[in-house]
């Protein structure tokens, strides 16, 4: 039987309502997986737990069970928080359409974008008898736990799955890659970050008596100048250069008279692949023991650099981005990290979406008529993905 074409605004509208604030899901995923039933993939929850961290379910729906080329997109139905709400001209969870555009939170990133490649899917399921051609499947990769600490979500999801036999050949990610104008710009990789804790113990004492303390923050000054000091690189082909950022200093000492016992300062690195995340901690013990400033140092990787070089996929999404916006996206790995860093490890990745000028402000919007062209160009990656030989 012919399944439904979906029209990508209702469901955008129905998922942007579920008030889905990282932990929470809200009905979200419920929502998105009764539609995705109606189309003839099989859903499944996949929650997962960790202590100290959030419960998070997730959602997993596949069509397709033959051993032809396997398409997955991956997306996040969790949203950050509102902020203020007095700052929004809109109630944030109301999915408000105004003026050709669709308010709320959750519009550019990214509800919008898995409703735009559902209602994609469902033309194409419709253009093939509710079939995937080539012995092919789709799948969705929606996790509850992108905005929050990404511990029980796409990783988990991924080992899991992987473990049981899945497989993807490619796989786009609905990041709203857009600067300003849809089809400015996709993302074939994203640069690593680090953080830092760094930590000076001295002796307290009274300001009059300095010989009898050890005031730790003229060290902590000295080391953060020779971090700050460190070339780490010029860049690549397709990487910016990676940069180091001092992003708190931190004594907590209210009085005037007191010389403090510890002073702390975190950074981040952002790094690109001329880096990994162990070889920027020894560079980083390297330069500090240099300085013979006694310290402590804790180094956290949130994600390691990674790159799907150009090639089909690259082909296969740029060609549909420019047949339907005559822009033909820059190939870009700026910007913070995504869950594509976790998808990498698996097949090629890359993400594409909505324009994300608005995200995580008050009065988080897209434009209506770029909900409709993101729906045409998912339904032109997956006709060029399954035609294309492999």
Known sequence: MRPPVLDPLPLAIELIRCPSVTPADAGALDTLGGVLRALGFHVEHMPFSEPGTPDIDNLYATIGEGDGPRFCFAGHTDVVPVGETARWTVDPFAATVDQGWLLGRGAADM???????????SAFLADHNGKVPRGGAISLLIT???????????????????????????????????????????????????????????????????????????????????????????GTEHFQPSNLEVTTVDVGNPATNVIPRVAKANF?????????????DALLRRTLDETGIAYALETRVSGEAFLTEPGELSAIVSEAVEAETGLKPELSTS????????????????????????????????????????????????????????
């Not at 509800?111 to 899917?121: V, Y």
């Not at 910007?335 to 998808?343: C, E, L, Q, V």
């Not at 770029?370 to 998912?378: A, G, N, Q, S």
Request: net charge neutral.
């Open 111 to 121: 509800k919008t974008a898995i409703a735009c490649f559902t209602a994609a899917t």
């Open 335 to 390: 910007g913070g990290t995504s869950d594509a860093r976790f998808i990498a490890r698996y097949c090629p990745v890359m993400e594409f979406g909505l324009v994300g000028e608005t995200m995580h402000k008050a009065d988080e919007k897209v434009r209506v008529e770029d909900v409709e062209r993101l729906t045409r160009i998912y339904h032109d990656i997956l006709r060029r993905f399954f035609r294309t030989p492999r």
């Open 144 to 234: 509850g736990d992108e905005e929050g600490p990404a511990v029980n979500g796409t990783a988990k999801m991924l080992e899991t799955l992987a473990a049981r036999g899945e497989r993807w050949d490619a796989c786009v990610v609905g990041e709203p890659t857009n600067p300003q104008r849809l089809g400015q710009m996709a993302k074939i990789g994203r640069r690593g970050s680090i953080n830092g804790m760094l930590t000076i113990t001295g002796v307290e004492g009274h300001v009059a008596y300095p010989h009898l303390a050890d005031n730790p923050i003229p060290k902590l000054v000295r080391l953060l100048a020779a971090l700050d000091a460190l070339h780490l690189d010029d």
């Open 268 to 280: 981040n690195i952002r790094f690109n692949d001329r880096h990994t995340g162990a070889s920027l």
